[in-house]
T-cell receptor, first 113, second 111 residues
Framework: DQQVKQNSPSLSVQEGRISILNCDYTNSMFDYFLWYKKYPAEGPTFLISISSIKDKNEDGRFTVFLNKSAKHLSLHIVPSQPGDSAVYFCAATGSNSGYALNFGKGTSLLVTP | KAGVTQTPRYLIKTRGQQVTLSCSPISGHRSVSWYQQTPGQGLQFLFEYFSETQRNKGNFPGRFSGRQFSNSRSEMNVSTLELGDSALYLC??????????FGSGTRLTVV
């Protein structure tokens, strides 16, 4: 069963605007969440993470928001740049899953000039 | 510093054969995890090794196995290959839990 879901397979945004990627999870025992960026034929690259004790974490143009009651997190990229075009994966983990990363199926972001 | 190194990058095998993939983690990292990426199933956890012990295992058949050596390098083996085993196999290393860095992967094609 898919415990982490990214319901939007693709997203297109204009350069300079905000990109919002969403992720939902079902397992309330997850306590750490990560976003990875992936290019074809390469491994995922870590972007940003958030612990369940926080509801927001920022790193430059990237901000992750966590809504525990809704079991929802989102990644905001502001401003979006063409180099941000890639597939973004949301992942969740916790001690009850043995620290294995449970991934969503990814959202393909295209930032157009 | 050197990242996670996976070898080989590409591999073509025939059904029924076996294959061994290798992963060298970042220096100082004792945790090594393996993931399978396919178009239909996405990224799925195979297993994790920490200090030479398998600490966690995903929902894959026994044909998938692994091991970790004292220098933290890890190998993954798939026996009796099936067409459905064609995938990108990714290795990730970390110091403890949570902070994983991925390698570029091994693209396995079974024909």
């Amino acid at each position: 069963d898919q415990q982490v879901k990214q319901n939007s397979p693709s997203l297109s945004v204009q350069e300079g605007r905000i990109s919002i990627l969403n992720c939902d999870y079902t397992n309330s025992m997850f306590d750490y969440f990560l976003w990875y960026k992936k290019y074809p034929a390469e491994g995922p690259t870590f972007l940003i993470s958030i612990s369940s004790i926080k509801d927001k974490n920022e790193d430059g143009r990237f901000t992750v928001f966590l809504n525990k009651s809704a079991k929802h997190l989102s990644l905001h990229i502001v401003p979006s740049q063409p180099g941000d075009s890639a597939v973004y994966f949301c992942a969740a983990t916790g001690s009850n899953s043995g620290y294995a990363l449970n991934f969503g199926k990814g959202t393909s972001l295209l930032v157009t000039p | 510093k050197a990242g996670v190194t996976q070898t080989p990058r590409y591999l073509i095998k025939t059904r029924g054969q076996q294959v061994t993939l290798s992963c060298s983690p970042i220096s100082g990292h004792r945790s090594v995890s393996w993931y399978q990426q396919t178009p239909g199933q996405g990224l799925q956890f195979l297993f994790e090794y920490f200090s030479e012990t398998q600490r966690n295992k995903g929902n894959f058949p026994g044909r998938f196995s692994g091991r970790q050596f004292s220098n933290s390098r890890s190998e993954m083996n798939v026996s009796t290959l099936e067409l459905g085993d064609s995938a990108l196999y990714l290795c990730a290393s970390g110091r403890e839990s949570y902070g994983y860095t991925f390698g570029s992967g091994t693209r396995l094609t079974v024909v």
